[in-house]
């Protein structure tokens, strides 16, 4: 109606000023084709919405994705609460007592960097893990608490913002990754809740694939490949305004170093940053530091073929990472720690045998560890390639969706796969060891449930699909609840039995007693979200565990007994 009015108007004024209806028409054309883009940006936020049968819509695309949006992050608050409380009556086992002694006796920081200093030279490389470690000893418990809370929280959206294809604020997406690290992770008590754990695996692993995504972003902002759309190509041709568009092939130290040359002040910082952050994301872990490097190294060469030129931002990263990866495990104290391990073990294989004995660990550690994980990869490993091959277009259409839905999963699992086999160059190796590794497999898995889902919309059949990953999840779910309900509950009293041990230590150590007899956890109270099973005191006051408490309460002997026992002898029946 409006344009009709101004055109009427314009063509009744005499005034010479007035604008002609050509330049109207221009105008009404561009207001149309706001309206148009408006309307399409409207559809692809709210695709799902499109999609609903018009009797079954409520609200708008936008009200919708606002009603996702309030949703996701009450469940993002409701699970950061959840991991507050268990961290919060997860005591101090072991390992804790010795860190906690020495960051006390320290006199400020440099006394923790001359702490760490002297690890890295007898005993271990992982500074970057340690030196975390002491620094969280010197704050109030409470903020650790808060601060490892936190850290599973940005480990938990890192592995959904790696996922691709997914919508805006996918709650299917997250719960299932949540449900992933809760119920499948490896060693969950050792590696997430437990202070020396979790600084040498939960929050190495966290800078680790905090740095794979920014080099992530790094590639895609280089060759202006896809982010989020399936079924285009994920490593789409350079943009207009890409570095190194047709430029001729050349070499890779030449170019990359000449393109941060050439680059701006910001590209500059950029590559700084990457190169820095790189150090420390090598400098975490041996097996998932080596497991970012080939990340990275593969988007590099990716973009060097895309592009004919290496790109800055990843070549910086890629020396970054090697270079702190090498003097982690280039540390003097890894030799000598070796040694020790060889000289306990005389009779442990070395050589092939060795290799080969530690190969069949590994292996027989990966299906204790992953099975169910391995399984669920591989299912859907094959749903996708059957919806993949049966899609119209011809085989050329066919193979591009196969690959095109299959490559990134591959590269997870690939990744999962040297993340496990790279132990068997150690000589000893824990269970929490495969943290990283699991990390990988679950980006795997949740990746290919992700485009299970886009392949099964786009043929027009969501069965199948769908009642495997929203069954499944909602059995996650009730397992979930069934198990924290219960650890909780375990987790608390096992809290407060050893806060009232650790009282009755104090106690006793004030009174004069140098050898003193405290009281076991019941066993009733054991579960999978308390590393007490393998970390509690025995009555051998020499046991590795007691001399960890003796040493930071500084008494002579601490020996444990059965409860029922030390209640009976201190008469407190």
Not at 156 to 173: A, E, P, T, W
Not at 381 to 395: N, P
Not at 549 to 559: M, P
């Amino acid at each position: 109606m409006l344009p009709q009015i101004i055109r009427s108007a314009v063509s009744a004024s005499p005034c010479p000023w007035v604008p002609s209806l050509k330049t109207f028409a221009l105008l009404q054309s561009v207001v149309e084709s706001y309206r148009l883009a408006r309307g399409a940006c409207l559809c692809r936020r709210g695709r799902e919405w499109e999609n609903m049968n018009p009797n079954t819509r409520t609200g708008t695309p936008k009200q919708t994705e606002a009603n996702r949006r309030r949703i996701f992050f009450f469940s993002v608050l409701f699970f950061f609460l959840i991991i507050l409380f268990f961290n919060y009556v997860t005591p101090m086992y072991s390992d804790d007592y010795y860190y906690a002694r020495s960051s006390e006796e320290a006199a400020g920081f440099s006394d923790l960097i001359r702490q760490e200093y002297n690890q890295y030279i007898t005993w271990t490389g992982r500074s970057v893990a340690h030196l975390t470690l002491r620094i969280c000893f010197r704050l109030p418990r409470l903020v650790f608490k808060i601060t490892n809370s936190l850290c599973f929280m940005l480990l938990s959206l890192l592995i959904y913002k790696l996922v691709d294809h997914k919508k805006r604020y996918d709650l299917v997406l997250y719960l299932l990754v949540q449900m992933s690290l809760w119920l499948f992770t490896v060693d969950f008590s050792q590696t997430v809740l437990w202070e020396t754990g979790a600084c040498n695996y939960l929050f190495c692993t966290t800078l680790v694939f905090a740095f794979l995504w920014r080099a992530r972003s790094s590639y895609r902002a280089q060759t202006g490949s896809s982010r989020g759309k399936f079924g285009s190509s994920a490593d789409a041709g350079l943009s207009n305004s890409s570095n190194g568009a047709g430029a001729p092939a050349a070499a890779f130290g030449k170019t990359a170093f000449a393109d941060f040359a050439s680059a701006g002040y910001r590209d500059a910082l950029a590559c700084v940053g990457l190169f820095l952050f790189g150090i420390i994301a090598g400098w975490c872990s041996e097996n998932t530091s080596g497991a970012c490097i080939v990340f990275v190294l593969l988007y590099l060469l990716q973009s060097l073929w895309k592009t004919h030129r290496a790109s800055a931002k990843l070549a910086f990263a890629a020396a970054g990472n090697i270079t702190g990866f090498l003097i982690m495990i280039l540390a003097p104290g890894n030799r000598i720690r070796a040694a020790q391990t060889q000289a306990s073990d005389p009779e442990s294989y070395s050589g092939l045998a060795g290799m080969i004995a530690r190969f069949q660990k590994v292996s027989l550690n990966m299906n204790r560890e992953f099975f169910w994980l391995m399984a669920a990869f591989l299912v859907s490993v094959v749903i996708l390639s059957l919806l993949a091959l049966k899609r119209d277009g011809g085989k050329n259409r066919r193979d591009k969706v196969l690959w095109q839905s299959l490559r990134t999963p591959l590269l997870y699992f690939f990744l999962y796969g040297i993340t496990c086999y790279a132990l068997i160059m150690t000589q000893e190796t824990q269970v929490r060891a495969y943290f990283g590794a699991g990390i990988f497999l679950i980006l795997a898995v949740l990746q290919n449930l992700t485009d299970l889902l886009i392949l099964e919309k786009e043929d027009g059949t969501q069965i199948l699909g769908r009642t495997c990953v929203y069954g499944g999840l909602l059995v996650l779910l009730l397992h979930f609840f069934y198990v924290c309900m219960d650890s909780g509950t375990n987790c608390f009293r096992i809290y407060r039995d050893i806060r009232e041990r650790e009282n009755w230590i104090v106690s006793q150590r004030d009174a004069g007693s140098q050898d003193i007899t405290v009281a076991k956890v019941h066993p009733d109270f054991y579960n999978y979200y308390s590393p007490i099973a393998q970390m509690e005191l025995e009555e051998d006051p020499t046991y590795w565990t007691n001399d960890a408490v003796e040493d930071y309460f500084g008494v002579d002997k601490i020996r444990a007994i059965d409860y029922d026992d030390w209640k009976a002898m201190t008469g407190q029946e």
